[in-house]
Protein backbone atom coordinates (compact mmCIF):
# COMPACT_ATOMS: atom_id res chain seq x y z
CA UNK A 1 0.00 0.00 0.00
CA UNK A 2 1.01 3.28 -0.72
CA UNK A 3 0.18 6.54 1.06
CA UNK A 4 0.92 10.02 -1.16
CA UNK A 5 -0.25 13.13 -1.53
CA UNK A 6 -0.15 14.03 -5.46
CA UNK A 7 3.30 15.71 -6.67
CA UNK A 8 4.64 14.92 -3.22
CA UNK A 9 7.01 11.61 -2.04
CA UNK A 10 4.77 8.57 -1.73
CA UNK A 11 5.53 6.48 1.39
CA UNK A 12 5.23 2.49 1.30
CA UNK A 13 4.07 0.99 4.10
CA UNK A 14 6.75 -1.42 4.34
CA UNK A 15 9.60 1.11 3.36
CA UNK A 16 12.56 2.03 5.67
CA UNK A 17 12.63 6.35 5.44
CA UNK A 18 15.99 7.40 3.89
CA UNK A 19 17.03 8.77 7.52
CA UNK A 20 16.54 4.94 8.79
CA UNK A 21 19.44 4.00 6.77
CA UNK A 22 22.21 3.11 9.06
CA UNK A 23 24.85 5.81 7.26
CA UNK A 24 22.06 8.36 7.65
CA UNK A 25 21.15 7.08 11.31
CA UNK A 26 24.95 7.79 11.57
CA UNK A 27 25.88 11.18 10.06
CA UNK A 28 22.26 12.39 10.58
CA UNK A 29 22.54 11.74 14.60
CA UNK A 30 23.62 15.13 15.13
CA UNK A 31 20.30 16.39 15.93
CA UNK A 32 19.59 13.66 18.79
CA UNK A 33 23.20 13.68 20.25
CA UNK A 34 22.44 10.16 21.81
CA UNK A 35 23.25 6.68 20.06
CA UNK A 36 20.43 5.41 17.69
CA UNK A 37 18.11 2.90 19.37
CA UNK A 38 18.46 0.39 16.79
CA UNK A 39 19.88 -0.07 12.89
CA UNK A 40 17.67 -0.77 10.13
CA UNK A 41 19.03 -2.17 6.96
CA UNK A 42 18.40 -0.17 3.65
CA UNK A 43 18.06 -1.88 0.41
CA UNK A 44 16.39 -0.41 -2.92
CA UNK A 45 13.47 -2.70 -2.61
CA UNK A 46 12.51 -0.56 0.57
CA UNK A 47 13.82 3.34 0.38
CA UNK A 48 11.65 6.16 -0.21
CA UNK A 49 10.58 6.73 -3.54
CA UNK A 50 9.59 9.84 -4.96
CA UNK A 51 6.09 10.96 -6.76
CA UNK A 52 7.88 13.41 -8.71
CA UNK A 53 6.75 14.76 -12.02
CA UNK A 54 8.66 15.77 -15.13
CA UNK A 55 9.26 19.45 -14.04
CA UNK A 56 11.39 17.98 -11.54
CA UNK A 57 13.52 15.55 -13.26
CA UNK A 58 14.22 18.15 -15.30
CA UNK A 59 15.63 20.85 -12.71
CA UNK A 60 17.67 18.43 -11.18
CA UNK A 61 19.09 17.02 -14.34
CA UNK A 62 19.85 21.07 -15.42
CA UNK A 63 21.64 21.34 -12.12
CA UNK A 64 23.77 18.58 -13.37
CA UNK A 65 24.52 20.45 -16.71
CA UNK A 66 25.64 23.11 -14.49
CA UNK A 67 27.73 21.63 -12.45
CA UNK A 68 29.80 19.42 -15.53
CA UNK A 69 30.31 22.64 -17.57
CA UNK A 70 31.77 24.76 -14.78
CA UNK A 71 34.51 21.66 -14.82
CA UNK A 72 34.74 22.33 -18.19
CA UNK A 73 34.62 26.07 -18.17
CA UNK A 74 37.35 25.84 -15.22
CA UNK A 75 39.90 23.28 -17.01
CA UNK A 76 40.98 25.96 -19.35
CA UNK A 77 42.38 28.01 -16.31
CA UNK A 78 44.52 24.77 -15.53
CA UNK A 79 48.22 24.86 -16.58
CA UNK A 80 50.23 24.55 -13.18
CA UNK A 81 49.70 22.93 -10.11
CA UNK A 82 49.25 25.89 -8.29
CA UNK A 83 46.53 26.39 -11.12
CA UNK A 84 44.87 23.05 -10.12
CA UNK A 85 45.25 23.09 -6.18
CA UNK A 86 45.37 27.13 -5.44
CA UNK A 87 43.04 28.32 -8.38
CA UNK A 88 46.67 30.58 -9.21
CA UNK A 89 45.92 32.75 -5.61
CA UNK A 90 43.40 34.85 -8.13
CA UNK A 91 40.12 34.28 -7.25
CA UNK A 92 37.74 37.15 -5.40
CA UNK A 93 36.97 37.40 -2.36
CA UNK A 94 33.42 37.18 -2.88
CA UNK A 95 33.21 33.94 -4.62
CA UNK A 96 36.21 32.33 -1.94
CA UNK A 97 33.80 33.39 0.76
CA UNK A 98 30.71 31.84 -0.57
CA UNK A 99 32.53 28.69 -1.27
CA UNK A 100 34.02 29.18 2.08
CA UNK A 101 30.29 28.78 3.48
CA UNK A 102 29.17 26.03 0.86
CA UNK A 103 32.15 23.34 1.94
CA UNK A 104 30.94 23.14 5.48
CA UNK A 105 26.95 23.05 4.29
CA UNK A 106 26.95 19.41 3.89
CA UNK A 107 24.27 16.63 4.85
CA UNK A 108 25.73 17.06 8.58
CA UNK A 109 24.89 20.59 8.62
CA UNK A 110 21.22 21.18 6.58
CA UNK A 111 19.77 17.29 7.66
CA UNK A 112 21.60 17.37 11.43
CA UNK A 113 20.72 20.71 12.15
CA UNK A 114 17.48 20.46 11.02
CA UNK A 115 16.62 17.67 12.89
CA UNK A 116 18.33 19.37 15.86
CA UNK A 117 15.95 22.19 16.01
CA UNK A 118 13.13 19.30 15.80
CA UNK A 119 14.38 18.27 19.14
CA UNK A 120 16.12 21.33 21.14
CA UNK A 121 15.10 23.74 18.82
CA UNK A 122 16.84 27.42 19.82
CA UNK A 123 19.36 25.64 21.86
CA UNK A 124 20.45 24.59 17.82
CA UNK A 125 22.17 27.81 16.97
CA UNK A 126 24.87 27.68 19.30
CA UNK A 127 26.75 25.35 16.68
CA UNK A 128 26.32 28.66 14.51
CA UNK A 129 26.35 31.92 16.66
CA UNK A 130 28.88 30.49 19.31
CA UNK A 131 30.30 27.34 17.76
CA UNK A 132 31.24 29.00 14.17
CA UNK A 133 31.18 32.61 13.48
CA UNK A 134 33.21 33.96 15.95
CA UNK A 135 36.44 31.31 15.31
CA UNK A 136 35.89 32.23 11.52
CA UNK A 137 36.01 36.36 12.47
CA UNK A 138 39.54 35.09 14.42
CA UNK A 139 40.38 33.10 11.54
CA UNK A 140 40.27 36.16 9.34
CA UNK A 141 41.55 38.95 11.41
CA UNK A 142 44.73 36.92 13.17
CA UNK A 143 45.78 33.71 11.37
CA UNK A 144 44.72 34.34 7.60
CA UNK A 145 47.96 36.69 7.53
CA UNK A 146 50.39 33.82 8.48
CA UNK A 147 48.92 31.16 6.16
CA UNK A 148 49.28 33.51 3.26
CA UNK A 149 51.28 35.46 4.00
CA UNK A 150 53.96 33.08 4.40
CA UNK A 151 53.19 31.63 1.17
CA UNK A 152 52.17 28.19 2.11
CA UNK A 153 50.61 25.82 0.33
CA UNK A 154 48.43 23.84 2.63
CA UNK A 155 48.00 24.27 6.69
CA UNK A 156 50.50 21.03 7.72
CA UNK A 157 53.03 23.04 5.03
CA UNK A 158 52.57 25.36 7.49
CA UNK A 159 53.31 23.39 10.57
CA UNK A 160 56.80 21.99 8.96
CA UNK A 161 57.44 25.14 8.82
CA UNK A 162 57.41 26.05 12.35
CA UNK A 163 58.28 22.69 13.91
CA UNK A 164 59.23 20.76 10.88
CA UNK A 165 59.22 17.34 10.09
CA UNK A 166 57.85 15.14 12.74
CA UNK A 167 54.41 17.42 13.78
CA UNK A 168 54.12 18.34 10.10
CA UNK A 169 53.91 14.51 8.76
CA UNK A 170 51.63 13.16 11.61
CA UNK A 171 49.35 16.33 10.59
CA UNK A 172 49.30 15.31 6.60
CA UNK A 173 48.70 11.68 7.90
CA UNK A 174 45.76 12.08 9.76
CA UNK A 175 44.43 15.22 7.51
CA UNK A 176 44.12 13.23 4.39
CA UNK A 177 42.89 10.06 6.24
CA UNK A 178 40.26 11.96 7.87
CA UNK A 179 39.43 13.75 4.52
CA UNK A 180 38.63 10.68 2.81
CA UNK A 181 36.80 9.23 5.35
CA UNK A 182 34.22 12.28 5.36
CA UNK A 183 34.33 12.39 1.75
CA UNK A 184 32.94 8.75 2.20
CA UNK A 185 29.94 9.83 4.16
CA UNK A 186 28.95 12.58 1.68
CA UNK A 187 29.41 10.34 -1.17
CA UNK A 188 27.18 7.83 0.70
CA UNK A 189 24.57 10.60 1.17
CA UNK A 190 24.87 11.84 -2.27
CA UNK A 191 24.67 7.61 -3.31
CA UNK A 192 21.38 7.34 -1.37
CA UNK A 193 19.31 10.90 -3.32
CA UNK A 194 20.22 9.30 -6.42
CA UNK A 195 18.94 6.04 -5.74
CA UNK A 196 15.52 7.57 -3.74
CA UNK A 197 15.20 9.85 -6.93
CA UNK A 198 15.82 7.27 -9.51
CA UNK A 199 15.35 4.22 -7.99
CA UNK A 200 18.69 2.71 -8.87
CA UNK A 201 20.28 0.18 -6.74
CA UNK A 202 22.50 1.96 -4.01
CA UNK A 203 25.45 0.91 -5.28
CA UNK A 204 25.31 1.62 -8.63
CA UNK A 205 24.13 5.42 -7.29
CA UNK A 206 27.12 5.60 -4.98
CA UNK A 207 29.42 5.45 -8.39
CA UNK A 208 27.54 7.77 -10.52
CA UNK A 209 27.57 10.25 -7.82
CA UNK A 210 31.01 10.05 -7.48
CA UNK A 211 31.85 10.08 -10.67
CA UNK A 212 29.84 13.31 -11.49
CA UNK A 213 32.24 14.91 -8.79
CA UNK A 214 35.42 13.47 -9.68
CA UNK A 215 34.69 14.47 -13.15
CA UNK A 216 34.51 18.63 -12.48
CA UNK A 217 37.24 17.66 -9.79
CA UNK A 218 39.80 16.33 -11.96
CA UNK A 219 38.89 18.70 -15.21
CA UNK A 220 39.06 21.89 -13.66
CA UNK A 221 40.74 21.77 -9.82
CA UNK A 222 40.07 23.42 -7.18
CA UNK A 223 38.67 26.41 -9.10
CA UNK A 224 36.10 23.95 -10.38
CA UNK A 225 35.14 22.58 -6.38
CA UNK A 226 35.14 26.74 -5.81
CA UNK A 227 32.98 27.92 -8.40
CA UNK A 228 30.54 24.90 -8.35
CA UNK A 229 30.55 25.65 -4.41
CA UNK A 230 29.07 29.18 -5.43
CA UNK A 231 26.14 27.81 -7.11
CA UNK A 232 25.43 25.06 -4.61
CA UNK A 233 25.15 27.98 -2.06
CA UNK A 234 22.56 29.43 -3.87
CA UNK A 235 21.13 25.94 -5.19
CA UNK A 236 20.95 25.20 -1.22
CA UNK A 237 18.71 28.88 -0.33
CA UNK A 238 16.68 28.81 -3.19
CA UNK A 239 15.95 25.25 -1.89
CA UNK A 240 15.79 25.86 2.03
CA UNK A 241 14.19 29.11 2.17
CA UNK A 242 10.98 28.16 0.39
CA UNK A 243 10.73 25.28 2.67
CA UNK A 244 11.19 27.93 5.42
CA UNK A 245 8.09 30.29 4.50
CA UNK A 246 5.95 27.80 2.77
CA UNK A 247 6.06 26.27 6.38
CA UNK A 248 5.70 28.93 8.22
CA UNK A 249 2.50 29.67 6.05
CA UNK A 250 1.14 26.62 7.05
CA UNK A 251 2.08 26.79 10.55
CA UNK A 252 0.07 30.06 11.22
CA UNK A 253 3.01 32.34 10.69
CA UNK A 254 5.67 33.15 14.00
CA UNK A 255 3.13 33.52 16.16
CA UNK A 256 1.30 30.11 15.42
CA UNK A 257 4.99 28.27 15.65
CA UNK A 258 5.82 29.77 18.85
CA UNK A 259 2.40 28.95 20.69
CA UNK A 260 2.28 25.46 18.92
CA UNK A 261 6.17 24.94 19.79
CA UNK A 262 5.70 25.83 23.86
CA UNK A 263 2.38 23.54 23.34
CA UNK A 264 4.64 20.70 22.59
CA UNK A 265 6.95 18.57 24.33
CA UNK A 266 9.97 20.39 25.83
CA UNK A 267 7.40 23.32 26.09
CA UNK A 268 9.00 27.24 26.01
CA UNK A 269 12.67 26.33 26.57
CA UNK A 270 13.16 25.66 23.21
CA UNK A 271 12.45 29.26 22.08
CA UNK A 272 15.74 29.84 24.27
CA UNK A 273 18.88 29.33 23.28
CA UNK A 274 20.39 29.88 26.60
CA UNK A 275 21.67 27.80 29.21
CA UNK A 276 21.23 24.69 26.28
CA UNK A 277 21.17 22.29 29.09
CA UNK A 278 20.09 19.87 26.37
CA UNK A 279 22.69 20.43 23.89
CA UNK A 280 25.33 20.33 26.61
CA UNK A 281 24.53 17.72 29.02
CA UNK A 282 24.96 19.92 32.06
CA UNK A 283 21.69 20.29 34.54
CA UNK A 284 23.57 23.34 36.27
CA UNK A 285 22.56 26.14 34.20
CA UNK A 286 26.14 27.65 34.66
CA UNK A 287 28.14 24.66 34.13
CA UNK A 288 25.90 24.36 30.90
CA UNK A 289 26.93 27.81 29.76
CA UNK A 290 30.87 27.04 30.45
CA UNK A 291 30.43 24.02 28.26
CA UNK A 292 29.23 25.36 25.55
CA UNK A 293 31.04 28.40 25.41
CA UNK A 294 34.23 26.81 26.10
CA UNK A 295 34.10 23.28 25.04
CA UNK A 296 32.01 23.92 21.61
CA UNK A 297 32.68 27.60 21.28
CA UNK A 298 36.45 27.97 21.91
CA UNK A 299 38.25 24.27 21.97
CA UNK A 300 36.24 22.66 19.38
CA UNK A 301 34.80 25.57 17.20
CA UNK A 302 38.55 27.54 16.93
CA UNK A 303 40.66 23.98 16.50
CA UNK A 304 37.91 23.47 13.34
CA UNK A 305 37.62 26.43 11.53
CA UNK A 306 41.08 28.39 11.86
CA UNK A 307 43.47 24.65 11.23
CA UNK A 308 40.85 22.88 9.05
CA UNK A 309 42.61 22.84 5.68
CA UNK A 310 39.21 22.21 3.92
CA UNK A 311 37.87 25.64 4.97
CA UNK A 312 41.52 27.58 4.69
CA UNK A 313 42.25 26.28 1.38
CA UNK A 314 39.76 28.64 0.15
CA UNK A 315 40.77 31.49 1.36
CA UNK A 316 44.57 30.42 0.11
CA UNK A 317 43.06 31.10 -3.56
CA UNK A 318 42.53 34.44 -3.19
CA UNK A 319 44.90 36.90 -4.83
CA UNK A 320 46.04 39.02 -1.59
CA UNK A 321 46.46 38.86 2.06
CA UNK A 322 43.51 41.43 2.33
CA UNK A 323 41.20 39.34 -0.06
CA UNK A 324 42.02 36.03 2.28
CA UNK A 325 41.05 37.80 4.99
CA UNK A 326 37.60 38.83 3.82
CA UNK A 327 37.05 35.46 3.12
CA UNK A 328 35.82 33.90 6.25
CA UNK A 329 35.03 37.38 7.55
CA UNK A 330 32.54 37.50 4.39
CA UNK A 331 31.12 34.03 4.46
CA UNK A 332 30.46 34.68 8.28
CA UNK A 333 27.95 36.88 7.57
CA UNK A 334 25.65 34.02 5.33
CA UNK A 335 26.88 31.52 8.37
CA UNK A 336 24.95 33.32 10.86
CA UNK A 337 21.48 33.70 9.30
CA UNK A 338 21.81 29.94 7.93
CA UNK A 339 19.95 28.47 11.06
CA UNK A 340 16.95 30.39 10.32
CA UNK A 341 16.71 28.17 6.64
CA UNK A 342 17.96 25.18 8.55
CA UNK A 343 16.94 24.74 12.15
CA UNK A 344 13.37 27.02 11.93
CA UNK A 345 12.33 23.83 9.32
CA UNK A 346 13.20 21.57 11.52
CA UNK A 347 10.91 23.59 14.79
CA UNK A 348 8.48 23.35 12.07
CA UNK A 349 8.27 19.80 11.73
CA UNK A 350 8.15 18.67 14.73
CA UNK A 351 4.76 20.49 15.24
CA UNK A 352 3.27 20.52 11.80
CA UNK A 353 4.16 17.21 10.78
CA UNK A 354 1.76 14.43 12.28
CA UNK A 355 4.04 12.10 12.20
CA UNK A 356 7.19 14.02 13.85
CA UNK A 357 4.87 15.47 16.49
CA UNK A 358 3.75 12.07 17.54
CA UNK A 359 7.21 10.77 17.58
CA UNK A 360 8.16 13.95 19.96
CA UNK A 361 5.00 13.01 22.21
CA UNK A 362 6.48 9.09 22.71
CA UNK A 363 10.29 9.49 22.97
CA UNK A 364 9.71 12.82 25.54
CA UNK A 365 7.45 9.99 27.83
CA UNK A 366 9.74 7.30 27.03
CA UNK A 367 13.39 8.66 25.86
CA UNK A 368 13.95 4.89 25.18
CA UNK A 369 11.04 4.75 22.93
CA UNK A 370 11.67 3.39 19.09
CA UNK A 371 9.89 3.69 16.09
CA UNK A 372 10.06 4.00 12.24
CA UNK A 373 10.37 8.09 12.48
CA UNK A 374 13.00 9.31 13.80
CA UNK A 375 14.44 13.29 14.28
CA UNK A 376 16.68 12.67 11.34
CA UNK A 377 14.01 12.94 9.13
CA UNK A 378 12.13 15.49 10.18
CA UNK A 379 13.54 18.36 6.88
CA UNK A 380 12.35 15.25 4.70
CA UNK A 381 8.79 15.08 6.11
CA UNK A 382 8.33 18.83 5.57
CA UNK A 383 9.39 18.68 2.07
CA UNK A 384 6.94 15.66 1.53
CA UNK A 385 4.02 18.05 2.97
CA UNK A 386 4.56 21.61 1.87
CA UNK A 387 6.36 21.15 -1.42
CA UNK A 388 4.59 21.47 -4.80
CA UNK A 389 6.40 19.87 -7.88
CA UNK A 390 8.87 22.28 -8.84
CA UNK A 391 9.90 23.36 -5.79
CA UNK A 392 10.43 19.82 -4.99
CA UNK A 393 12.87 19.18 -7.55
CA UNK A 394 14.55 22.62 -6.23
CA UNK A 395 14.57 20.92 -2.47
CA UNK A 396 15.55 17.68 -4.33
CA UNK A 397 18.93 19.45 -6.48
CA UNK A 398 19.37 21.75 -2.87
CA UNK A 399 20.23 18.02 -0.70
CA UNK A 400 22.32 17.22 -3.74
CA UNK A 401 24.20 20.41 -3.93
CA UNK A 402 24.83 20.16 -0.30
CA UNK A 403 26.29 16.36 -0.06
CA UNK A 404 28.25 17.04 -3.67
CA UNK A 405 29.84 20.69 -1.61
CA UNK A 406 30.93 18.21 1.14
CA UNK A 407 32.12 15.45 -0.94
CA UNK A 408 33.87 17.77 -3.50
CA UNK A 409 35.23 20.33 -0.48
CA UNK A 410 37.35 16.85 1.19
CA UNK A 411 38.37 15.48 -2.19
CA UNK A 412 40.13 18.75 -3.13
CA UNK A 413 42.01 19.73 0.30
CA UNK A 414 42.90 15.66 0.73
CA UNK A 415 44.79 16.17 -3.49
CA UNK A 416 46.28 18.72 -2.20
CA UNK A 417 47.94 17.46 1.13
CA UNK A 418 48.49 13.99 -0.60
CA UNK A 419 50.45 15.70 -3.67
CA UNK A 420 52.29 18.45 -1.73
CA UNK A 421 52.83 17.95 2.06
CA UNK A 422 53.14 13.41 1.34
CA UNK A 423 54.17 12.73 -2.38
CA UNK A 424 56.40 15.83 -2.84
CA UNK A 425 58.12 16.21 0.65
CA UNK A 426 58.62 12.51 1.38
CA UNK A 427 58.54 10.69 -1.97
CA UNK A 428 59.17 12.57 -5.08
CA UNK A 429 61.22 15.55 -4.81
CA UNK A 430 62.41 18.45 -6.75
CA UNK A 431 60.17 17.34 -9.93
CA UNK A 432 58.84 19.75 -12.94
CA UNK A 433 55.96 21.07 -11.82
CA UNK A 434 53.17 19.32 -14.30
CA UNK A 435 54.53 16.01 -12.46
CA UNK A 436 52.75 17.04 -9.75
CA UNK A 437 49.51 18.35 -10.98
CA UNK A 438 49.49 14.81 -12.68
CA UNK A 439 49.85 13.44 -8.98
CA UNK A 440 46.99 15.86 -7.86
CA UNK A 441 44.66 14.43 -10.66
CA UNK A 442 45.96 10.59 -9.75
CA UNK A 443 45.35 11.98 -5.93
CA UNK A 444 41.76 12.59 -7.20
CA UNK A 445 40.86 9.52 -8.83
CA UNK A 446 42.54 7.59 -5.80
CA UNK A 447 40.51 9.06 -3.34
CA UNK A 448 37.22 9.02 -4.87
CA UNK A 449 37.58 5.27 -5.52
CA UNK A 450 38.43 5.37 -1.54
CA UNK A 451 35.79 7.15 -0.71
CA UNK A 452 33.47 4.71 -2.70
CA UNK A 453 34.58 1.62 -0.41
CA UNK A 454 34.46 4.37 3.18
CA UNK A 455 31.38 5.37 2.01
CA UNK A 456 29.92 1.48 2.95
CA UNK A 457 32.36 1.35 6.01
CA UNK A 458 31.02 4.89 7.32
CA UNK A 459 27.19 2.31 8.03
CA UNK A 460 28.69 0.09 10.60
CA UNK A 461 29.04 3.14 13.23
CA UNK A 462 26.09 3.59 14.98
CA UNK A 463 26.13 7.30 15.51
CA UNK A 464 28.72 9.39 13.25
CA UNK A 465 28.18 12.69 14.37
CA UNK A 466 29.55 11.40 17.70
CA UNK A 467 32.66 9.85 16.35
CA UNK A 468 33.16 12.96 14.31
CA UNK A 469 33.24 14.83 17.11
CA UNK A 470 35.12 12.55 19.27
CA UNK A 471 37.79 12.72 16.50
CA UNK A 472 37.27 16.00 16.59
CA UNK A 473 38.25 16.61 20.46
CA UNK A 474 40.78 14.04 19.42
CA UNK A 475 42.87 16.23 16.68
CA UNK A 476 41.29 19.67 16.22
CA UNK A 477 41.56 20.73 19.95
CA UNK A 478 45.13 19.99 20.39
CA UNK A 479 46.31 21.18 17.00
CA UNK A 480 44.95 24.56 17.70
CA UNK A 481 46.51 24.65 20.75
CA UNK A 482 49.93 23.71 19.15
CA UNK A 483 49.11 26.30 16.44
CA UNK A 484 47.75 28.90 18.69
CA UNK A 485 51.02 28.72 21.46
CA UNK A 486 53.28 28.63 18.53
CA UNK A 487 52.20 31.42 16.57
CA UNK A 488 52.65 33.68 19.70
CA UNK A 489 55.20 32.22 21.73
CA UNK A 490 58.41 32.01 19.20
CA UNK A 491 60.38 30.02 22.03
CA UNK A 492 58.24 27.23 21.32
CA UNK A 493 60.06 24.53 19.90
CA UNK A 494 59.79 21.87 17.19
CA UNK A 495 59.82 18.72 20.00
CA UNK A 496 57.29 20.76 22.26
CA UNK A 497 55.11 21.19 18.83
CA UNK A 498 54.88 17.09 17.84
CA UNK A 499 55.11 15.93 21.99
CA UNK A 500 52.28 18.24 22.62
CA UNK A 501 49.74 17.17 20.01
CA UNK A 502 50.77 13.42 21.21
CA UNK A 503 49.90 14.03 24.68
CA UNK A 504 47.05 16.53 23.65
CA UNK A 505 45.71 13.73 21.65
CA UNK A 506 46.16 10.77 24.12
CA UNK A 507 44.78 12.86 26.85
CA UNK A 508 41.29 13.03 24.70
CA UNK A 509 41.57 9.54 24.30
CA UNK A 510 41.39 8.61 28.05
CA UNK A 511 38.62 10.70 28.74
CA UNK A 512 36.59 9.68 25.67
CA UNK A 513 37.87 6.01 27.79
CA UNK A 514 36.49 6.99 30.90
CA UNK A 515 32.76 7.87 29.37
CA UNK A 516 32.51 4.73 27.46
CA UNK A 517 33.34 2.83 30.99
CA UNK A 518 31.17 4.99 32.59
CA UNK A 519 33.44 6.40 34.82
CA UNK A 520 31.45 9.65 33.94
CA UNK A 521 28.36 10.14 32.39
CA UNK A 522 27.49 13.07 30.19
CA UNK A 523 24.67 13.53 27.65
CA UNK A 524 24.10 14.94 24.59
CA UNK A 525 27.75 16.25 23.48
CA UNK A 526 29.06 17.24 26.92
CA UNK A 527 31.70 14.15 27.17
CA UNK A 528 33.20 15.54 24.08
CA UNK A 529 33.46 19.46 25.28
CA UNK A 530 35.24 18.39 28.22
CA UNK A 531 37.75 15.77 26.10
CA UNK A 532 38.00 19.10 23.80
CA UNK A 533 38.53 20.96 27.28
CA UNK A 534 41.38 18.66 28.57
CA UNK A 535 42.85 17.93 25.01
CA UNK A 536 43.86 21.44 24.71
CA UNK A 537 45.16 22.15 28.55
CA UNK A 538 47.01 19.32 27.98
CA UNK A 539 48.94 20.29 25.09
CA UNK A 540 49.49 23.62 26.18
CA UNK A 541 51.05 22.14 29.77
CA UNK A 542 53.23 19.36 27.98
CA UNK A 543 54.41 22.57 24.99
CA UNK A 544 56.03 24.71 27.80
CA UNK A 545 57.28 22.07 29.58
CA UNK A 546 59.45 20.59 26.76
CA UNK A 547 59.87 23.54 25.77
CA UNK A 548 61.77 24.66 28.76
CA UNK A 549 64.27 21.58 28.45
CA UNK A 550 65.03 21.46 24.32
CA UNK A 551 66.38 24.38 22.02
CA UNK A 552 64.30 26.55 20.11
CA UNK A 553 64.35 27.47 16.39
CA UNK A 554 66.58 30.65 15.43
CA UNK A 555 64.62 33.35 15.78
CA UNK A 556 65.66 34.12 11.58
CA UNK A 557 63.36 31.06 10.72
CA UNK A 558 60.17 31.89 12.43
CA UNK A 559 59.76 34.85 10.17
CA UNK A 560 56.45 34.82 8.59
CA UNK A 561 55.55 32.28 11.03
CA UNK A 562 55.49 33.85 14.31
CA UNK A 563 53.92 36.99 14.93
CA UNK A 564 56.74 38.52 17.47
CA UNK A 565 59.17 37.95 14.66
CA UNK A 566 57.07 39.14 11.50
CA UNK A 567 57.60 42.35 10.37
CA UNK A 568 54.17 44.16 10.12
CA UNK A 569 54.22 44.68 5.77
CA UNK A 570 54.29 40.75 5.48
CA UNK A 571 51.43 40.47 7.69
CA UNK A 572 48.94 43.12 5.64
CA UNK A 573 48.20 43.77 2.06
CA UNK A 574 49.92 47.09 1.18
CA UNK A 575 47.48 48.24 -0.30
CA UNK A 576 44.88 47.93 2.54
CA UNK A 577 44.45 51.53 3.45
CA UNK A 578 43.42 52.31 0.14
CA UNK A 579 40.41 49.48 0.83
CA UNK A 580 37.13 51.40 0.81
CA UNK A 581 35.61 50.77 4.25
CA UNK A 582 33.64 47.43 2.89
CA UNK A 583 36.83 45.65 2.17
CA UNK A 584 39.00 46.29 4.98
CA UNK A 585 38.73 42.85 6.84
CA UNK A 586 38.88 44.13 10.46
CA UNK A 587 36.29 46.73 10.40
CA UNK A 588 34.03 43.37 8.38
CA UNK A 589 34.97 41.43 11.25
CA UNK A 590 34.33 44.23 13.48
CA UNK A 591 30.31 44.78 12.17
CA UNK A 592 30.08 40.80 12.48
CA UNK A 593 30.58 40.14 15.69
CA UNK A 594 28.50 42.91 17.07
CA UNK A 595 25.67 41.50 15.20
CA UNK A 596 26.53 37.95 16.05
CA UNK A 597 26.38 39.41 19.88
CA UNK A 598 23.00 41.49 18.86
CA UNK A 599 21.38 37.72 17.96
CA UNK A 600 22.64 35.59 21.11
CA UNK A 601 21.07 38.45 23.12
CA UNK A 602 17.79 38.63 20.78
CA UNK A 603 17.07 35.01 20.98
CA UNK A 604 18.74 34.80 24.46
Given at each position: MTRSTPGFIAWRDDAVPLADSPVLHSALDVATLRPTASTVHLDAASSLQLDADPVDYALVALYFVFVIGIGLLARRRVSSSIDFFLSGRSLPAWVTGLAFISANLGAVEIMGMSANG?????????????????????????????????????????????????????????????????????????????????????????????????????????????????????????????????????????????????????????LESWPGNALSGFSNNFLSVVGIVFGLGFVLSFGYWTTNFVEVQRALATHSISAARRTPIIGAYP?????????????????????????????????????????????????????????????????????????????????????????????????????????GRLATVGATVAAIFTAFIAGNFSNMMDYLQTLFSFFNAPLFATFILGMFWKRMTPTAGWMGLVCGTGSAIVVYVLHKTDVFELSG????????????????????????????????????????????????????????WYQRPVLLAGIAFALVIALNIIVG
Open positions: AEYGFPTFHYFWIGAVPAMLFLGVVMMPFYYGSKVRSVPEFMRRRFGTGAHLVNALSFATAQVLIAGVNLYLLGTIVNVLLGWPLWVSVIVAAVIVLSYITLGGLSAAIYNEVLQFFVIVAALLPLTLVGLHKVGGWEGLRDKVTASPGGAAQKMFIPLIVVIPGMISAVLVPQMAEYKNQVTANPDYTGDVTYNQALLYLMKDVLPNGLLGVGLAGLLAAFMAGMAANISAFNTVFSYDLWQQYVRRDRPDHYYLGVQGSSFVAAGVAFFVDIAVSVAVTMVTQPKPAAELVGLVYSETPKEMRTDPESDSLP
